[in-house]
C-alpha cells in the first residue's frame, strides 16, 4: 500500500512538471516518419532492482497518458524497460515520461524519472541541382562555353526547417558559397562565364531539426577556343632533304584537334573543309609533320587545320606555301693581287629557309674560316671575304642554298690581276695633265676678264680735274692715231656707258726746224710728242 502511494505521488509529479513546460533537462531524439525509435530507460543504475516502471505521454491538454494504450502494438516496453515504437508516425512526436522505483522503497530518493522529446523530423529530400543552359556529356558532366550566362538553381524539402547552400570548389577556390537561404529555392547566375569559374558547383540541403545534411553536385567545364589563330612554323631537321613543320594552337580547352592537310582547292564556304590529302591528325595542341624531298614541290600548300571537337566555333587554320631557293649575286669579280675581296650572295626567297654555304673550286670543297677566309652572314646575306689575294685564289666559288625542296647555287668567277709596272707612271702623267688643265683654265679666265681692269691714276681726283677742256682735233687722221693707241672700252654690265676720253697737246708753231734729212732725230721727237699729248686716260660716266 505505500509503495502505491509513492508512485501515484511521483505521477503527480511528473504530470505537473509536462504541465509546467519545464523542459530543460529534457532529452531530444528525432526519428523519420516510418523508422523505428527505442527510448531508453530512466533507471541510471543499470544494477538497480526495479519493480515498478511506468511511461506516460504529455497529451496535447497538458494532461498525461499511459503508453502503451491498450491495443496498441507498435509501442511496447522492452526487457530493461526500454520503450519501442515501430514505425514511428508524425502522431507519435511528443514528450514522453518515464518513473521507475526500487524495492524496497526506503526514501523517495529512490525513484527516478527521465523526460524525452521526440521530434519526427523528414528530409532533407528532393534535393536537386541545375545548370542551364548546358549540355551534358556521357559521364554526366555538363560543359557551357566561355562568354555564355549561365544560371544555377538548388531546391530541396525537409521538415520542420531547412537551411539550403550554393557552393562552388574550383581551382583557385575551395567551398566558396555563392548563395545560402532558408526557403526551398536558392537561384544564382554568372554572367559572361569564364574558365576560372569551371568545377564542382553543389546545393546543400540540411535539416535544422536532425542535423540532416543532403548534397547534390555537378561538374560544370567551361570550354573555349582562342580567337587566334595556329601558327604554322618549320624547325631544321637532321637531313636537309627533309622538312619538318610544326603547328601549335595554344590556349584552347578541351584539348584540340590539329590535323595537316595539303590543300589543293578553295575552301567554298567557311567552316567546310579544306580539300586535299590529310597527312596526319591528332587530338592534341601541337603537332608535327615530317616529309622527305619527295613529297614536296614547288608551289604547294600545307595547310594546318584546328578545332575545338565541342567547342562552339569555326575551324581555324594556318598554312606554309613552299619555295626553293634562289641565291642572287655578282657572277663575276676581278681584283688584284695581295688586296683583298668580299663575294657577297643573297638569299631570301626559300621557304623553308635554305642552309646556304660557300664552296671553292669545281669539286666545291668546303670553304674553312680562317685568316684567310672570312665568312660572315647579315641577315639574308652571306658573305666570303679572301684576304691577300694569290693567283692561287683565282677560280670558281660557289655560294650553295639548300632547302628540303632543291639545291640551287650561284657561281662566282674571281680574276685575279698581278699589280702593273707602270702605275706610278700613269699616276704621274695624269697629275701633269691635272695641272696643266688648271693653268689653262685660270688663264682663260684672267683674259676673259681684261676689261674690268682699271688703269689708276684717276683715283682722289677732284671734279675741276675731270672738267678740264678736250680739245678736239680737227685732223681726221691724228684722231686716228690716238684712238689707234688707246682703244676704247666696251660698255659696263651695269648698264652705264663709259666714254674714252683723249687729252693732248697740239704741237704750236714755235718749236724748231728739223732737219727733214735727220731720221733719228725726228724719231725721237714724236715719242717725246706722243708722251706729252697722252697725259691721262679719264673715265667719263
Not at 562555353?145 to 544560371?151: E, I
Request: charged fraction near 15%; aromatic fraction near 6%; hydrophobic fraction near 35%.
Amino acid at each position: 500500500m505505500e509503495t502505491v502511494g509513492t508512485l501515484v505521488l511521483l505521477l503527480l509529479c511528473l504530470s505537473a512538471t509536462a504541465v509546467s513546460g519545464i523542459g530543460s533537462n529534457d532529452t531530444v531524439l528525432t526519428a523519420a516518419p516510418g523508422s523505428d525509435i527505442t527510448l531508453p530507460s530512466c533507471h541510471p543504475v543499470s544494477n538497480m532492482t526495479m519493480v515498478t516502471t511506468m511511461w506516460r505521454k504529455v497529451n496535447g491538454d497538458g494532461g498525461t497518458s499511459p503508453v502503451p494504450s491498450p491495443g496498441e502494438d507498435r509501442i511496447r516496453v522492452l526487457p530493461g524497460h526500454k520503450l519501442l515504437i515501430q514505425g514511428v508516425t508524425p502522431g507519435d512526436e511528443g514528450i514522453y515520461l518515464c518513473s521507475c522505483s526500487s524495492h524496497p522503497f526506503p526514501e523517495p530518493s529512490n525513484s527516478f524519472y527521465s523526460r524525452y522529446r521526440l521530434l519526427v523530423t523528414s528530409g532533407p529530400e528532393n534535393v536537386s541541382m541545375s545548370i542551364g543552359p548546358a549540355t551534358a556529356l556521357s559521364n554526366g558532366t555538363l560543359i557551357v562555353y566561355r562568354g555564355s550566362s549561365v544560371s544555377f538553381n538548388c531546391s530541396g524539402s525537409s521538415f520542420p526547417s531547412q537551411h539550403l547552400t550554393l557552393a562552388f570548389t574550383g581551382a583557385w577556390s575551395s567551398n566558396e558559397s555563392l548563395a545560402s537561404g532558408s526557403g526551398s529555392w536558392l537561384s544564382y547566375t554568372i554572367e559572361n562565364i569564364q574558365p576560372s569559374s569551371q568545377g564542382l558547383y553543389s546545393c546543400r540541403a540540411h535539416n535544422n531539426v536532425s542535423d540532416q545534411t543532403v548534397q547534390k553536385s555537378h561538374q560544370l567545364l567551361v570550354y573555349y577556343a582562342p580567337d587566334r589563330h595556329p601558327e604554322c612554323m618549320w624547325a631544321p631537321a637532321a637531313d636537309a632533304s627533309h622538312a619538318l613543320f610544326n603547328c601549335t594552337w595554344f590556349g584552347a580547352y578541351p584539348t584540340p584537334t590539329l590535323r595537316w592537310v595539303e590543300d589543293q582547292g578553295d575552301q567554298g564556304n567557311q567552316g567546310a573543309h579544306w580539300k586535299g590529302h590529310v597527312f596526319v591528325t591528332d587530338l592534341r595542341d601541337s603537332l608535327s609533320l615530317s616529309l622527305n624531298r619527295s613529297l614536296l614541290s614547288e608551289g604547294q600548300t600545307l595547310r594546318c587545320m584546328a578545332k575545338n571537337s565541342l567547342a562552339s566555333g569555326k575551324e581555324k587554320s594556318c598554312s606554309l606555301t613552299l619555295k626553293p631557293p634562289y641565291p642572287k649575286g655578282e657572277p663575276l669579280v676581278t681584283a688584284l693581287e695581295g688586296t683583298s675581296i668580299t663575294l657577297s650572295c643573297t638569299e631570301d626567297a626559300s621557304i623553308p629557309p635554305a642552309n646556304t654555304t660557300w664552296r671553292k673550286g669545281l669539286q666545291q670543297d668546303a670553304i674553312v674560316p680562317g685568316s684567310k677566309y672570312v665568312l660572315t652572314e647579315e641577315g639574308p646575306v652571306f658573305k666570303l671575304t679572301i684576304h691577300n689575294l694569290t693567283k692561287d685564289d683565282e677560280g670558281v666559288f660557289f655560294c650553295r642554298s639548300e632547302n628540303p625542296l632543291s639545291v640551287r647555287e650561284l657561281e662566282v668567277g674571281l680574276t685575279v690581276r698581278p699589280p702593273s709596272a707602270f702605275t706610278g707612271a700613269i699616276i704621274g702623267v695624269f697629275i701633269a695633265a691635272l695641272v696643266v688643265g688648271l693653268a689653262v683654265i685660270v688663264a682663260k679666265s684672267l683674259y676673259s676678264c681684261r676689261h674690268h681692269i682699271c688703269l689708276g691714276g684717276d683715283f682722289g681726283q677732284t671734279e675741276d680735274d675731270r672738267r678740264e677742256v678736250l680739245s678736239l682735233v680737227d685732223s681726221d687722221d691724228d684722231e686716228q692715231i690716238f684712238q689707234d693707241a688707246v682703244p676704247r672700252l666696251p660698255p659696263l654690265t651695269n648698264g652705264s656707258h663709259m666714254t674714252l676720253a683723249q687729252i693732248h697737246q697740239i704741237p704750236s708753231g714755235d718749236h724748231e726746224d728739223v732737219d727733214p734729212g735727220d731720221t733719228s732725230s725726228q724719231q725721237q721727237e714724236d715719242t717725246e710728242q706722243t708722251e706729252q699729248l697722252v697725259d691721262r686716260v679719264t673715265y667719263i660716266f
